[in-house]
């Protein structure tokens, strides 16, 4: 779901809210060189995404005019709904432009460069601009009406728990801090921050970054705005309109925590940020344990962070990021052997359903469908436990298995 730490998108107290960027930990000339480099790129993708699509637009119409002409007069709509597709590119790249907007300033302690920059446009890698389409996707996700049974099945589990297990009658829930890592566009964390909890989330991408620093403190009217997600995908349409179609966002205004809210956004890789022992009652993983090269350094650090009796809640699959990439560290586990670290490292299993069947920005009108059956699981670090025996004494930890609540589906 790059890159340094701090905070914060909004807590509603602040006049301009920021993003604060903690530094790699590379020599100070490195990192600055490798930050820039990474932070440009990023924005060329959102500059370059305009040229990108219509490239692809020419493609199909260059071969749809390829075509006998008697083939061709049986299709009149063809050129039609691609001219439609390439306003709705228009239209996108006004959002996109929008988003990247004074973006050299989102972080207080970094410096990117001149705002001149921002007007030339470059080329971009296909990866980085399917990252980018990608990103326009997550906007559906998070933040538009049609992305909410999609949020209900993935977040409601989650959210469901915490209040289980820190109920507003039992605790003063102000004082209940809450993680969120992976963040990707914050509508979980801000869900979680509008119950009255301390949330915050951690992302790394940029891409997410400067789409998620664009909700949170510059939208403020519901569904005032507008993106055509779905005009990438030119295969499995019914109908031509379903590819053309728009979502307006965002369905709530973000900007309406309450003041006393404690809700920020934190930049940066999770393990780089988060090294304070014992700092956290609560750790939330939404899709997220498999971006890691080695998901049990993700188990370490969630171990380390939670403060003794606090709990790791986790839904998600295990489609690893990493995997077949070049030049990359990726360890594909099982969920078998990652339950069983989970066990030996000395969490308590309390909660385990195997079998949670969700979407992930999902094209509900797409004849091409992928659901993910899922793993939810609440793991406990024992009350009174600041390590555990693999900390101290090198040798596995002798944890019984806590017979955790199992269930095979959502009920």
Not at 360 to 376: G, H, I, K, P, Q
Request: with cysteine.
């Amino acid at each position: 779901m790059a890159e340094g730490g701090g905070e914060q998108v909004t807590d509603g107290k602040q006049d301009e809210p920021y993003f604060h960027k903690e530094r790699m930990k590379y020599t100070p000339e490195e990192d600055s060189r490798l930050e820039r480099q990474h932070f440009w790129k990023v924005i060329d993708a959102f500059r370059y995404y305009r040229v990108h699509v219509q490239e692809r637009v020419k493609r199909a119409e260059r071969q749809f005019r390829s075509l006998p002409q008697h083939h061709q007069l049986l299709l009149p709509e063809v050129l039609p709904n691609l001219e439609r597709i390439n306003c709705c590119v228009d239209h996108n790249q006004e959002v996109l432009q929008a988003i990247v907007l004074n973006c050299v300033n989102m972080f207080e302690n970094m410096e990117y460069g001149e705002e001149d920059d921002l007007r030339k446009v470059r080329p971009s890698s296909t990866f980085d601009m399917d990252k980018l389409k990608s990103t326009i996707k997550q906007f559906v996700r998070d933040w538009s009406e049609v992305g909410k049974a999609e949020r209900d099945s993935c977040y409601q589990p989650l959210i469901q728990e915490i209040e289980r297990l820190f109920p507003s009658n039992l605790y003063d829930v102000s004082k209940v801090s809450v993680l969120v890592p992976g963040a990707g566009l914050g509508r979980l964390a801000w869900e979680i921050a509008k119950l009255g909890y301390a949330c915050q989330g951690n992302e790394w991408s940029f891409f997410m970054l400067f789409s998620s620093n664009f909700i949170l403190n510059r939208c403020e009217t519901v569904n005032s705005l507008t993106l055509y997600p779905w005009i990438h995908q030119f295969s499995n349409n019914k109908r031509s309109a379903d590819q053309t179609r728009p979502i307006t966002f965002p369905d709530v205004n973000p900007q309406s925590l309450p003041s006393s809210s404690d809700f920020s956004m934190v930049a940066g890789d999770f393990q780089e940020i988060y090294t304070e022992t014992d700092s956290w009652d609560c750790v939330v993983t939404c899709f997220f344990i498999d971006t890691a090269h080695n998901v049990i350094d993700y188990v370490e650090t969630i171990w380390n962070i939670l403060k003794p009796g606090g709990v790791w809640i986790n839904l998600g699959p295990l489609l690893y990021h990493f995997e077949n990439m070049a030049n990359e560290l990726s360890i594909e586990l099982s969920y078998e052997d990652i339950r069983a670290a989970i066990m030996k490292y000395g969490f308590q299993l309390e909660v385990e359903r195997e079998s949670v069947q969700t979407t992930y920005t999902e094209n509900d009108r797409s004849m091409l469908r992928y659901v993910y059956d899922c793993v939810f699981f609440v793991a406990r670090k024992p009350a009174g436990l600041y390590s555990n025996g693999l900390q101290n004494a090198g040798v596995e930890n002798e944890q019984p298995d806590s017979s955790p609540q199992r269930e095979n589906g959502l009920t």
